[in-house]
């Protein structure tokens, strides 16, 4: 997994030592005091997950506040936190997330909790182009 960390600063957070029992909505309740996040992945398989902040300072934020800490309670741990690697957007212009060392999970991905993915999707589908983005 450390192929997929960075140094540089990033807003998807990876976050390991997690139990395969943790949840979505338990990292987004850890995570969403520091700002708003725009999804929350955990790789059951891999005891692992993922948070996406909307902004980048947020994330720096978090990170600084909560790595190595306790914070999914005192049976868990610490918690490692890191910077991930994120994916290139423009897939359809030719670059491709298969050339990101970042984490892709199939659509019907378990623990996969992204809102705002799930929009950017459906807006693709023909005759879904009227999708509020507030729900």
């Known amino acids: 997994m450390d192929a ?15 139990p395969s029992t943790t949840t979505p909505a338990a990292i987004l309740s850890v995570f969403s005091p ?8 955990v790789l059951t398989h891999k005891n692992c997950g993922f948070i996406n902040f909307e902004r980048l300072d947020d994330a ?11 914070i999914l309670g005192s049976d868990v741990g610490a918690i490692r936190i890191g ?6 957007k423009n897939a359809a212009e030719g ?21 705002g993915a799930s929009i950017h999707a459906l807006r693709n589908v023909k005759g879904a182009s009227a999708i509020p983005t507030d729900q």
């Open 4 to 18: 997929q960390l960075q140094s540089t600063p990033t807003r998807t957070l990876w976050i390991g030592s997690i």
């Open 60 to 70: 720096v934020r978090a990170r600084k506040a909560l790595n190595g800490r306790d």
């Open 34 to 41: 520091y700002g708003p996040i725009e999804s929350a992945r």
């Open 83 to 88: 910077f991930a690697k994120v994916p290139v």
């Open 95 to 115: 670059a491709s997330n298969e050339d990101s060392a970042a984490p892709s999970l199939p659509v019907s991905g378990i623990g996969e909790l992204s809102v």
